[in-house]
């Protein structure tokens, strides 16, 4: 098993930043080969990929939603099995629900979940 842990959201004003962070803990052999990827969810819109760090053979290879490209940065720290989701130039639209989600390998079904993290930006 695999538990993912989530923080860093809260309330920020429009053009400001924030850190997400998502903490995996468990099964040692399957964090060492974990995709771990972001999503959103606002009210009454279906769910958001943001942004995600795939595990390969050859290293980590990293994607994002068009929505959030060029403000948003995803990273990885392998030692603390954790991944960040820099958030700059905050706009109202970015706020949502913030998830974690993992999975084993390159091309994974997500299996493992966080609880979620509120971001709120005011205009």
């Known amino acids: 098993q695999v538990q993912l842990v989530e923080s860093g959201g809260g309330l920020v004003q429009a053009g400001g930043s924030l850190r997400l962070a998502c903490a995996a803990s468990?099964?040692?052999?399957?964090?060492?080969?974990?995709?771990l990827v972001w999503f959103r969810q606002a009210p009454g819109k279906e769910r958001e990929f943001v942004a995600v760090v795939s595990w390969t053979w050859s290293g980590d290879e990293i994607y994002y939603g068009d929505s959030v490209k060029g403000r948003f940065t995803i990273s990885r720290d392998k030692a603390k099995n954790t991944v960040y989701l820099q958030m700059n130039s905050l706009k109202p639209d970015d706020t949502a629900v913030y998830l974690c989600?993992?999975?084993?390998?390159?091309?994974?079904?997500?299996?493992?979940w966080g609880q979620g993290t509120q971001v709120t930006v005011s205009s």
């Open positions: 468990g099964h040692t052999f399957k964090i060492s080969r974990i995709t």
């Open positions: 989600a993992a999975g084993v390998g390159s091309h994974p079904s997500y299996d493992y």
